[in-house]
């Protein structure tokens, strides 16, 4: 593992971060693939500035990549919400979604599984949410989530036979510096939130990290295809009151 090379899309801020700052803990290489640069580079990050909402620009820096030949594990952490009723979603909306959502992670995938196949290795891990099961206000994140979720399967099945395992980590409610920007603590939005998760904690961008820490490790070839809902037991909780 010591000094393996780690692609992580979106790893400026929030839960990327985390997943950056974990990764180089462990002792890993973080390419971090983000428009925006972190306010400081981590030891051992390198930092990369691409839109992956840009086909060329996300193309040329992944072609880049894949000649190197020794990047073997993936985090497809990318995203961004375009919060609307059904009514209000509108189809322009959809579509960016769905380029940095889905057609990121796929196109992320389809250049580097090259490399993972002829070395007998290989990692993915997509970002997905608990939203996959439904959130009012998410027509178009929940939508891309679920897409994601079944493109995490579909690939595992693909490449199992050649040691590429791919898995998918569902996060709950993440106490980011985004999310408690909308929602303060002393909100009654997000006491009511609170109220709903069984371990009675936000979850935290660490928490998130520590999952991807896990399922990125040389030891976890065998899980493959599973969606891992970190949650504080919120997916548990909703299938008892149904």
């Known amino acids: ?20 700052a974990r990764l180089t803990q462990d002792g890993y290489q973080v390419i971090n693939l983000d428009r ?24 040329s820096v992944l072609g880049q990549l894949a000649k190197q030949g020794d990047v073997l594990r993936v985090i497809n952490n990318a995203g961004f919400i375009r919060p609307a009723t059904l009514e209000d979603t509108t189809l322009e909306d959809f579509q960016a979604v769905i380029n940095l959502n889905m057609r990121a992670p796929i196109l992320v995938a389809q250049t580097l599984l090259p490399s993972m196949r002829l070395a007998k290795f290989g990692r993915i891990i997509n970002i997905a949410s608990r939203a996959a099961l439904g959130k009012e206000l998410r027509t178009a994140y929940s939508a891309t989530k679920a897409g994601l979720l079944g493109m995490t399967r579909t690939w595992a099945m693909e490449a199992a036979a050649d040691g590429v395992t791919v898995n998918a980590i569902g996060p709950g409610p993440i106490a980011t510096d985004l999310f408690l920007s909308g929602n303060p603590l002393d909100s009654p939005k997000t006491k009511q939130i609170l109220q709903a998760i069984p371990v009675k904690r936000m979850g935290t961008p660490d928490d998130i990290a520590h999952a991807v820490s896990s399922l990125i490790d040389d030891r976890a070839g065998f899980i493959t295809g599973q969606i891992l809902y970190v949650c504080g037991g919120m997916t548990v909780g909703l299938s008892h009151t149904a």
């Open 1 to 20: 593992m010591a000094n393996a090379k780690v692609l992580v899309t979106g790893g400026s801020g929030g839960i990327g971060r985390a997943i950056t």
């Open 36 to 59: 925006v640069k972190p306010k400081t580079l981590m030891a051992g990050e390198q930092h990369i500035a691409v839109d992956l909402l840009d086909l060329d620009d996300a193309k």
